[in-house]
């Protein structure tokens, strides 16, 4: 009967997670600004929650390990801790693949692809203590205080380092119409960064109540320049021309004027609205986490299970000699 649940189980989360892939692309509209590059957050951001979860998972076997002492409490352990590893890389390749789509690279160690590269290595080194140590027991202590140290980093590198410097790359504030960005205010001539894009206010130009900012764009590596000019209506207050960045699908904004100094703010900045204000998106947003979720405590049981048969048969063999 158990087995058979199991199976049904299997079956449903295959077809859960196919629904969503579909939904992905036939059911949830395209985000403006970003086209179909938007969809990935489908799959991007879940992935990263569910990581979490499995390194939080991974340390409450630790402490249970450390507690009691069972050999079963440093399998699901290590089954977490895996699996963790696994949705993290998911997340990495995912993030690389928008960053790609929006910015035109793939990694420019951006503050949170840094410490998920760093978690990255903080977990590989648990799997490598545990290969480096034969005696079963020792390994599963060392391996257990290793966990419970290693997952105090992660809420600091997922949550707290990233916010703590800029982010070039991750969309922040730039995922929301109106841009909540400080910007840059410019002098004319004066040199700044949007991101990792520089940016020089070339002169301000006035027609009415329109002005309108010639600022050149420089793509990382000064590998191409161009001249972008947003514009600002000074009566109603707003912007008005909002150019895209070469090879982007973000915009540039004038979002100020200050004409006795000579200076402008600028800003970047999302076209349309939030990915998750679309009932569709946000359903298909929601259903995704639950099967991401779903996935993970079938790996988690399925590899756990291996683990202790795996045990069972060493024991048994060592009885025998």
Not at 203 to 212: A, S
Request: with cysteine; proline share 4%.
């Amino acid at each position: 009967m158990a087995e058979r649940l199991g199976q049904i189980g299997k079956l449903l989360i295959g077809i859960w997670i196919a629904g969503i892939a579909i939904a992905m692309f036939l059911v949830i509209p395209q985000y403006e600004g970003l086209g179909n590059a938007g969809r990935i957050v489908i799959m991007h951001v879940p992935t990263a929650w569910v990581s979490v979860l499995a390194f939080a998972v991974s340390a409450v076997f630790s402490a249970l390990y450390l507690w009691r002492g069972r050999p079963v409490y440093d399998h699901y352990a290590l089954a977490a801790a895996e699996s963790g590893f696994l949705f993290t890389a998911l997340a990495t390749v995912t993030g690389m693949i928008f960053s790609q789509v929006v910015w035109g690279i793939y990694w420019n160690w951006d503050p949170r692809q840094t410490s998920i590269f760093v978690l990255l290595l903080i977990y590989a080194a648990l799997f490598a203590l545990r290969s480096a140590i034969d005696q079963p027991a020792r390994r599963r202590q060392l391996s257990a205080v290793y966990s419970l140290f290693a997952f105090v980093t992660v809420p600091f590198l997922i949550f707290v380092a990233p916010r703590i410097a800029d982010s070039t790359l991750h969309p922040n504030c730039a995922f929301i119409q109106g841009s909540a960005c400080d910007g840059v205010t410019l002098e004319v001539g004066k040199i700044g960064l949007l991101g990792d894009r520089k940016v020089q206010l070339l002169g301000l130009e006035r027609q009415g109540d329109i002005i309108t900012a010639a600022v050149k764009v420089s793509e990382p590596g000064l590998s191409s320049e161009t001249i972008l000019r947003p514009s600002y209506d000074l009566a109603a207050g707003d912007m008005v021309a909002r150019p895209e960045f070469p090879g982007l699908r973000y915009q540039l904004g004038l979002e100020a004027v200050d004409l006795t100094a000579n200076s402008a703010l600028l800003n970047i900045e999302a076209p349309g609205t939030g990915l998750l204000e679309n009932q569709r998106t946000l359903v298909t947003f929601l259903a995704a986490i639950i099967g991401f979720t779903a996935l993970f405590v079938w790996l988690l049981t399925l590899r756990a299970t291996l683990l202790d048969v795996q045990w069972a048969l060493a024991q048994r063999e060592g009885s025998r000699l």
